[in-house]
């Protein structure tokens, strides 16, 4: 008997769920066969042969199945493109609680973040990454957070949400890049290069095919990206020491939780950058023309190790008895001294004083260029 299509789609549907799991596809198709009431898929096959169909049914039970496996929509397939380009930037974000307490889970970039009242819980790609908690320290007395049983739960939620997303990846990627053939020999799932050991670039670790495919393409050392892994070490000279393999024993899965108590209230740390900011700013809003704004951005501003301001004013355009009372205030706000100094300098443009007339950038402009023009020492002003 001929194939129908609801047996064509359970194959299909099988195949990615073997890309998925990273299991042999023989055993996705028994598991499929399991979720219709079969022992496995030779009886599929066979009950096929004796005129048995699926039904619509039947692959809607199928597709179940990789709903627990694979994030949101991914379980129909790629609709307009890879997983791995749709998810860079993932929209798709969860809601629940625990406890009774609310939560929010998204993904970006692969890693999962997790955030709570006053807490982050972070899943990186990477399989054997280090989950972290973030925790505001200001509010441990409140945080449910702080309870050991609630932190479990948040990171098996967690771990499951990032379990789904390195299945969508996995799913998307060629299959012997996930499965390595007898000999070992793995596809790099970006560059398409085959072979039996890979390199890590970061690390100079030396890695087998099965290890870096277990690993979905991570070093299993210091958790590259699959962007940093080649298949020969092209970046050493013949001086340089070897890459170390790395052995099973040393892949140890994804470490325990890691729990930070941060106080992350946002705190206003002054440096001259910042200073000298604020103090040219202010110095723009003291300017009442022209010639005084330029004055205001050509000024020399000099922050000291203890944040005390020394501003250095060209006498051509700041006048000499003008106080910069909003700079002044700016600083008295800080806590900074303020010394003032005034100097000459060659200035960009000739005849300053016509700023003094205008508080037109545009009208000064066009003075300046007639001014320039009237001395016909160059004919074309540029």
Known sequence: MKPTYYLKKLKELSKRYARAQQVPLHKARDTVAEVLGFSHWNDITKAHRAGWTPTKE???????????????????????????RD????????????????????????????????????????????????????????????????????LKIAVKRAEQVRAGIASDWPRRSTKPDKDGLVRHPISGAESDNWFCLHCNTSITGEQIAKSLWHC?????????????????????????????????????????????????????????????????????????RLGALFADIFVHDDNDVCITFDEGLWPEHKEPNTALAVAAQLGINVDQELCLRELPFAWPGLGEYTNSTLEYTEMMLKAYANQRAVKDVE
């Open 87 to 154: 998810s860079v930037f993932e929209t798709d974000v969860h809601h629940g609680t625990i406890d009774g307490h609310e939560y929010s889970i998204s993904a970006s970039m692969g890693d999962v973040h997790m955030h709570g009242t006053g807490w982050h819980l972070y899943v990186p790609e990477a399989p054997n990454g280090e989950p972290r908690l973030e925790i505001a320290k200001q509010i441990e007395h409140e945080a449910p957070v702080y309870d050991a049983a609630f932190q479990q739960e948040a």
């Open 58 to 84: 039947h692959v809607s039970a199928v597709e179940s199945l990789l709903v627990e496996a694979l994030p949101g929509d991914e379980t129909g397939g790629p609709r307009f493109g890879s997983f791995f």
């Open 220 to 292: 299993p050392r210091c958790d590259a990206s699959p962007l940093d892994i080649f298949e020969s070490p092209w970046w050493l000279e013949k001086q340089d020491a070897q890459p170390k393999p790395i052995s099973n024993k040393e892949i140890s899965g994804r470490p325990e939780l890691v729990v930070d108590a941060l106080d992350t209230r946002l705190k206003l740390e002054l440096d001259a950058e910042k200073v000298t900011l604020l103090i040219r700013s202010a110095l723009v809003e003291d300017a009442s023309n022209v010639s005084e």
